[in-house]
């Protein structure tokens, strides 16, 4: 049975970006502080094709975050852009190659054709929530959906009850201002299920109970 | 070498209470919520003179929190009674025998006389953070310094750099509004050096880097 997954690095303050957004920096002001411990892992630098980095407790936290995975979802912010109808050159934020390789839907009121990026399929779905899981649950198989983000489509599906696991890498920065995740979610029922500690960040994995 | 601390149960949107707190409803509403785990633990209830209760990963937790804490330091609105001169009349919440044992040090704009109830003596400290902490640490001995709480007093010593160590009860509710605890703090330096998993709660101890 798949589940319906979202896994997001969070400001011991709850944000997960920071604030002033901009194409040039899509973290915000401060954002890269939630994710360094990622960047300088021996994981993720391989999942990138880079060489060094540390191996630690995050290592493995990294590693399983993109297995079992056959489709994404993500907002239309997350894929960048702007909020208007589509400039058909604008390939989104990850360049030639994006690190998602599986079918990404993309939450949009905006029609635009699917755009293919070496193993990765952008698809944009203008209506709803519900049928852009549909087709990602269809491309997915027996594989898990993944909500990549942003903040907008995370707090969506939590609040319509479609979120079954959401893991949090606690991180112990407070940058003050930013974009909060758990605002308008209505009152989910989380339990822990799994907690991972490092030196750095920790790691929390609720299930969302029906 | 004696610690100033401070542990807190916060929800995991950010809350260490809930909104429209009032004399009847000091935690706000839906704040007790971040407490159940405490007060259904067999732990928490025989400090409390009561029996029953459940013994999990939360009870050591517990039992840690007021081990080897020789004073405390309070807020005004943690010990109640309105922003004015005092009642003399008002003991705070804990009815005749407060659960401390030792000196408390409340923060406020009003003196008053020290006030004994049955082991816990408050001393009124109406010259700011820095002397209430100094006269903590003098009642303190070689003991640490606790900050038993609310939000402001915790966000004015962190601020101030002057808090060792922040314990966080990470309880998986979302209250959606009421009172922050990591607002107007800076941009702390914290370590993660300690995390208790319970299946209701993370407990993760956070060291204030200097």
Redesign the interface.
Known sequence: MHLVTCQLAIS???FIAGPNQSLENPLGEGGMRLHEWAFSNASWRAQHGMEGGEHNADSQVIEEATQGIGAYLMGRKMFGGGDGPWDENWTGWWGDEPPYHAPVFVLTHHPRQPLELRGTTFTFVTDGIESALEQARAAAGDQNVAIAGGAQAVQQYLAAGLLDQLQ?H?V???L?SGE?L??D????L???VQ?V??????H?T?RVLR
């Open positions: 011991l303050d709850g949090l606690i112990p920065v407070v003050g909060r758990l605002v979610v209505g009152n989910p989380l339990q822990p907690v500690a490092s030196p750095s960040v920790t929390v609720y």
